[in-house]
């Protein structure tokens, strides 16, 4: 199946803890993005990485740490986790095509983060 | 930075009902896009439409970038339409920051049968 494909789908984890969510995409496309979503529905970018070149890097805490090793992968990493961490992380893809602009955000089904 | 405001917050409708979702932004922009977040959470990019209007099925959008406003048209609506509707904009930058998407709140829309 073509798609963006993230795991785990729910990771739940103590205050203080290292954890890391993965992102593939097979869709070829040339930009990777990790967003935010917080318990108000609330979507925020966090990173984006463009051929595996850091090209938006958010106001996020530096406990934060995106990490490409080629195009198909964003991988985010995350130190020392805080409560106010908690919330649903998505990976997502985009290809900007010439002759339409762009071929539109492909997202992943969304990793669901609980620190306890 | 760009505003990017979303009316209604939310919305009830009888299956069949036709509707209109609107988004305002406060900047002029090259990259516009209405996305769908179904009840179980996933996010479908319904239209890449920085000006014009473009139809898919039951449906459409208009974005008139000169008033800085986009609406997205659901006719006949079903019960799988059922989710939040959100705008996101990317104001004129140089290349490559017209990936940055500042989204609006959304709309919680629920289709009743």
């Known amino acids: 199946d073509t798609a963006v494909s993230q795991t785990p789908k729910y990771l739940v984890t103590q205050m203080g803890n290292d954890k890391s969510i993965k992102c593939e995409q097979n869709l070829g496309h040339d930009t990777m993005y990790w967003y935010k979503q917080d318990s108000k529905k609330f979507l925020k970018i966090m990173f984006s990485y463009n051929n595996k070149e850091l090209i938006i890097n958010e106001t996020v805490p530096n406990r934060f740490s995106p990490k490409s090793p080629d195009k198909a992968h964003l991988n985010l990493h995350i130190n020392s986790l805080e409560l106010g961490d908690s919330a649903v992380y998505f990976c997502?893809?985009?290809?900007?095509?010439?002759?339409?602009?762009?071929?539109?955000?492909?997202f992943g089904s969304g990793t669901r983060l609980t620190v306890v | 930075g760009i505003q990017v405001e979303q009316s209604p917050p939310d919305l009830i409708l009888q299956e069949g009902a036709n509707s209109t979702l609107r988004c305002n932004f406060s900047d002029s922009v090259n990259n516009l896009q209405w996305f769908h977040q179904n009840p179980w959470g996933q996010l479908i990019n319904l239209f890449y439409i920085p000006s014009g209007t473009k139809q898919n099925g039951r449906l459409s959008a208009t974005t008139v970038a000169t008033e800085r406003y986009s609406l997205l048209y659901i006719s006949s609506s079903q019960t799988t339409d059922s989710g939040v509707y959100f705008c996101a904009v990317a104001p004129f930058a140089r290349a490559g920051n017209n990936r940055k998407l500042i989204w609006g709140l959304g709309t919680s829309l629920a289709v009743n049968p």
């Open positions: 997502a893809s985009s290809q900007v095509i010439r002759s339409q602009g762009w071929s539109g955000y492909t």
